[in-house]
């Protein structure tokens, strides 16, 4: 009977371990061959180390191709906290190539985490602490590639272009705007180490290589860019003004060509600029009153309103005009007497232009100043860009309408204002500017999108437009804008001596000196818009300060466009005040005692019989009192 029984007992424990061993080959199978991938993916996972790769965000061009934003190759800090062996000791070795708080590098990489980057310490090192820390063969301690936003020629467009963080990522500026575009996607080198941070060979390293950003085309053309970063720097230092902005734009189609203002910043040190500097891209941003500038819009509302014949029709300016019991005052004591409408553009008469805007009425004054995009956005692809000021409808009384009419109690941009006299001079055309051109992969530089000019509206007829061109030439050759004359190159343009206001206040110093350039006159490529706020150090008059600047930037940008000189144009009125010009001629390979010009001066350079170089260049003018640098040599060194 107990012997049967434990029989019984017997069967029952080798039932009982028969079914063990057969669920431990089930399960062994199953971990073998059903469940094996899964299992050994999440091994390799546990034993998986991600190190990143930074992606190379998208360059920046002009339109000639000359690379405006660039990046630089570098190196950047993490460690493998599992793989430190003294983690005190490592921290202090690091601070000291890092010149950064030790304790807070210990608390890095000392986390509970499989990879950590040190930031922003050991970001975008430069090679001296990048090779330092090498030499050191920490353990755990790795340097991968990363790149540098570098801007190749610094504080030039600096406040159109911005700049990135120390992650790469826009914070102002295009960087910020287009930032999507320019952007790429990181990629990263994946390690495979076990729990005591010792490499597994059996593993090889797996690359997921990063994809660069898209670059960028602007409209902006260096050839223009350059010669009015020259100028503005030059101004900025002669003048000393509060700040200096120009804008350039071709009237044919909306094209931003240069864009500037001062004070400017480095954007490769950023951290250092001061944020209203950076923030404010002036010529978008920065709203006041254009003063006689804006007397292109009225004077061209007029002439399409067939309100007067311009060479015609006359206007007696006293010196003053009443409206509204206000006396308006004329910029010359007693006034400019009789004159042709012309000529009252050609004078900036105040008076005269009230008389214009009386004509043009309210309705069909605020009307024009609409169509002309002036109280809204233009819309530009650039951020910061701010709206202009102007009187409510209900409000815009005679007294407004009068000043209005000659630009005062009216707030622009330099971008709304520049867009509405390209349309006055392009044919009556209003368009929408724009400074991106292109957008295209940067490895196959497949075009992703290109923007085409957009033209909104016909804001004034084709015979208006020509009729304007041809009065804005007079003011150049007979009225305000002379210093603004080129011989050879037909311009066109008008001065602006306008009043600073602050919080809604005229000041009781200082002015806003600004002039409105169009050339080629009788086919306009470049509209270019110059303004100076309380400049110190000069006569503060727009004519006067602005306009030679204006001719600068012309003279040199002129030739760069292909612009070619004509034979025949308007001669300038001269007065007793005016600076003549003359055109340098050649004196490369002539000898010492053959230079000779009753007209102006020389001034000799090194030793020697021969002409060897010369500046003014031949074809360039001078200034009556200026001289030509002459440079001497020998015959053999003649070019």
């Not at 609409?370 to 007294?399: A, C, P, R, W």
């Not at 311009?491 to 000041?507: D, E, S, V």
């Not at 400049?535 to 004519?543: D, L, N």
């Amino acid at each position: 009977m107990v012997f049967s029984k434990m029989i019984q007992k017997i069967k029952w424990v080798n039932m009982v371990m028969t079914i063990i061993i057969v669920c431990i080959v089930i399960r062994l199978g199953y971990s073998q061959f059903i469940a094996y991938q899964e299992l050994s993916l999440k091994a390799t996972e546990s034993w998986q180390r991600s190190f990143p790769l930074e992606a190379s965000r998208g360059k920046i061009y002009d339109s000639q191709h000359v690379t405006l934003v660039d990046n630089l190759t570098t190196s950047s800090l993490i460690v493998v906290p599992s793989q430190i062996k003294d983690p005190i000791h490592t921290a202090y070795q690091l601070a000291q190539i890092l010149e950064c708080d030790e304790k807070t590098l210990l608390d890095k990489i000392q986390k509970k985490v499989s990879v950590e980057r040190i930031q922003p310490e050991g970001r975008q090192l430069d090679e001296n602490k990048a090779y330092s820390i090498d030499r050191l063969k920490l353990p755990g301690v790795y340097l991968v590639q990363d790149t540098l936003r570098y801007y190749p020629f610094q504080n030039y467009l600096a406040q159109t272009l911005g700049f990135v963080g120390i992650d790469n990522q826009g914070l102002v500026g295009l960087e910020l705007q287009y930032d999507d575009y320019l952007s790429g996607v990181n990629g990263s080198i994946h390690y495979y180490m076990n729990a005591k941070g010792q490499n597994l060979n059996i593993y090889p390293a797996d690359y997921v290589y990063p994809t660069s950003g898209m670059d960028i085309e602007l409209t902006i053309d260096t050839r223009v860019q350059d010669v009015v970063e020259r100028e503005l720097n030059n101004a900025y230092a002669t003048y000393d003004p509060d700040s200096i902005l120009c804008l350039a734009m071709d009237p044919r189609n909306g094209k931003i060509l240069a864009i500037c203002s001062k004070p400017d910043f480095d954007p490769n040190d950023y951290q250092n600029a001061d944020s209203e500097i950076y923030n404010r891209n002036l010529p978008i941003w920065k709203s006041y009153e254009p003063g006689s500038t804006f007397k292109i819009i009225t004077f061209s509302s007029a002439l399409n309103e067939n309100l007067f014949d311009m060479d015609k029709d006359t206007y007696y300016d006293k010196g003053y005009e009443i409206v509204g019991g206000v006396r308006i005052k004329s910029w010359k004591k007693g006034g400019h007497g009789l004159q042709t409408f012309r000529e009252v553009l050609q004078n900036s008469s105040n008076p005269g232009f009230v008389e214009i805007g009386r004509r043009l009425g309210k309705e069909r004054l605020y009307q024009y100043i609409q169509d002309f995009g002036l109280t809204q956005k233009t819309g530009v692809d650039m951020m910061g860009e701010s709206s202009g000021i102007m009187f409510d409808y209900d409000k815009f009384n005679e007294v407004e309408q009068a000043t209005v009419a000659f630009g005062q109690g009216i707030s622009v941009t330099p971008i709304q204002l520049v867009r509405a006299v390209c349309a006055c001079v392009n044919g009556g055309k209003l368009y929408q500017p724009y400074i991106v051109n292109k957008i295209y992969n940067s490895k196959t530089h497949e075009v992703v999108s290109e923007k085409q000019p957009k033209m909104l509206k016909q804001v004034i007829r084709e015979d208006t437009s020509a009729k304007v061109r041809d009065a804005l030439e007079g003011v150049v050759t007979d009225g305000g804008g002379k210093n603004a004359y080129i011989d050879g190159y037909r311009i066109g343009g008008k001065t602006g001596t306008a009043q600073r206001a602050i919080n809604g206040t005229y000041a009781g110093n200082g002015y806003i000196l600004s002039f409105l350039g169009v050339a080629p006159i009788d086919d306009p490529q470049i509209v270019l818009y110059l303004a100076m706020d309380n400049p110190k150090k000069c006569v503060q008059y727009g004519g006067t300060t602005a306009a030679p600047i204006a001719r600068k930037i012309f003279m040199d940008v002129l030739p760069a466009l292909g612009v070619q000189k004509v034979t025949q144009q308007r001669e300038k009125a001269y007065v007793w005040t005016d600076t003549r010009t003359f055109d340098v001629q050649n004196y490369i390979g002539k000898k010492k005692s053959e230079v000779k010009n009753d007209q102006y001066g020389f001034e000799f350079l090194g030793e020697g019989d021969y002409v060897i170089d010369q500046l003014p260049r031949v074809g360039e003018q001078i200034e009556e009192g200026q001289k030509v640098k002459i440079m001497l040599g020998n015959q053999q060194e003649i070019r």
